[in-house]
Structures are given as C-alpha cells and as structure tokens.
C-alpha cells in the first residue's frame, strides 16, 4: 500500500472542478453518472499513480475494457449502495485508479474495488505520507498489518491483540480482499525474483535499486512497496534466500 499524492495543481482535480462548475450552471444534478470525461479522468489518475492500480499495485493502462491491465475510477467513499456519499462523487481527493482484473468473477474471487463494493473503509492509508509504514508482506504472499503476527491466520485469530491502527489495516486488507489466491500467487513468484536477483547485492547496490524504484519518474514496478519492502530487510540483514524465507 503506498501514499498516493492529490497535487493541487492535479490535471485530474481541474477537470472535475470544470465539470462540476459546468454541471451546477446548466442545472444538472453534480453526480458521477452525468460526468462525461469518465476515460480523461481515468489518464490523468493513472499517470498521477505512475500505472499500478491504488490497492492491489498490479499494472494498469488503460481505461476499463476487459484485458489484463484495465482499470476504473475507483471512489474510496462508496459511489453508491447504503453507504453512498453523493457529495464526494466527484470529489478529487476520492476517486483513484484501481484495476478491473477480477471484474465479473464470484466474490470471494474479487479483489480491490471490485470486491469492496459499497463498503466502508475505516481510515484511507493512501492519504497517509507513511502509509507503507502500516503494512507489511511475508514470502507465502501475504500482505499484513505491521504487527508481531507473520501469517494473516494468526493476525485474523489474535485482533484483540491488535492496535486501532493495526485492526484498521486489517480492516482495508479484508474489505479489499487483498490476501486472494490469486494476488498471493502473483506476489510469491515476484518474491521469488526479488531473492535470486539480490543474490550477490551489496548494500550500496541494493539502496540504490531502492531509491530508484522510490524516485522513478514515469511508471513504477508492480508491487513497488512489496519490493523495497523486502529489498529493505535483505539489505538490513546482510542476508540473502533464507533470511526472509524463515517469515
């Protein structure tokens, strides 16, 4: 999970405050349903996110569509449903790039905005500058809240161990799905590459892949915050494979 920045001077921001000014003066009702620049929105957003979806940090690049690497724009404060919040429709700071990967599929198959629905999020940790700080991954795959627990069983079983902080992060990860197979999968074989790649690292050379992967410019990694995660405890540890096979 990692920061995301709504800049001030955001493309993205300028052109939902001209819509909504539009909207209001022709006397149409300020909602995401009567926005027509939907796929705009959707570039703007995805640069602004350097191409991985806000949740899952999968790659994204396009709008919608049904390959591999479409996206929606996703509201944090539900569109629609019980918890509907009209007013933050076409709010800036709500709305983000999330993927459509497992768009159509069963729930408990879905993931990110597709299986969050109109749930509510407890506290948005993308709007946190140390939001990476809260979470936490093991080589199983699993994403966690940065807690004493290393498997998301034992967290799941011991809440009551857990800080408000932590229950929150938990809370996003079960919302979101984000321990579903197939995300776990996909991040054990990124895991694996990350371990045979650093065989032989220095530190000097691993904290510079890190500062590059946290300065790249255009499009980052997938999984970005996952890397330097584990690119940060590899390069803490002087160790290579079995140092953070053993979490």
């Known amino acids: ?20 000014r539009n909207l209001r003066k022709n006397g149409v009702k300020v909602i995401y349903d009567n926005f027509n620049d939907k796929k705009k929105l959707n570039d703007f957003l995805r640069a602004e996110q350097k191409n991985i979806c806000c949740y899952c940090q999968r790659r994204i690049d396009h709008f919608q569509g049904d390959s591999e690497f479409g996206s929606h724009n996703e509201h944090f404060e539900p569109e629609g449903g019980p918890n509907a919040r009209i007013d933050l429709q076409l709010s800036y700071e709500n709305i983000y790039a ?3 990967k497992s768009k159509g599929l069963k729930k408990n198959l879905q993931h990110c905005g597709e299986h969050k629905g109109s749930e509510v999020i407890q506290r948005n940790f993308l709007q946190m500058r140390k939001c990476s700080d809260y979470f936490k991954y093991n080589v199983n795959g699993e994403i966690l809240p940065q807690c004493p627990m290393n498997n998301f069983n034992d967290v799941c079983n ?8 932590q229950s929150e992060a938990l809370q996003m990860i079960e ?15 990124v895991v694996d590459d990350i371990l045979k790649s650093t065989l032989g690292k220095s ?13 790249e410019q255009k499009e980052y990694v997938q999984l970005v ?6 690119l940060k405890k590899i390069r803490s540890r002087g160790c290579k494979l079995n140092c953070v096979s053993k979490e």
């Open 203 to 215: 530190k000097q050379q691993l904290n510079y892949t890190i500062q590059k992967l946290n300065t």
């Open 98 to 100: 999330c993927c459509n």
């Open 225 to 230: 915050d996952m890397v330097i995660y584990f």
């Open 175 to 189: 919302v979101l799905n984000l321990n579903v197979d197939s995300l776990k999968e996909f991040r054990r074989k």
């Open 1 to 20: 999970m990692r920061y995301i920045h709504k800049s001030r001077n955001s493309q993205a921001r300028t052109l939902l405050n001209k819509a909504c």
């Open 158 to 165: 011991n809440r009551g161990a857990l800080t408000t902080t």
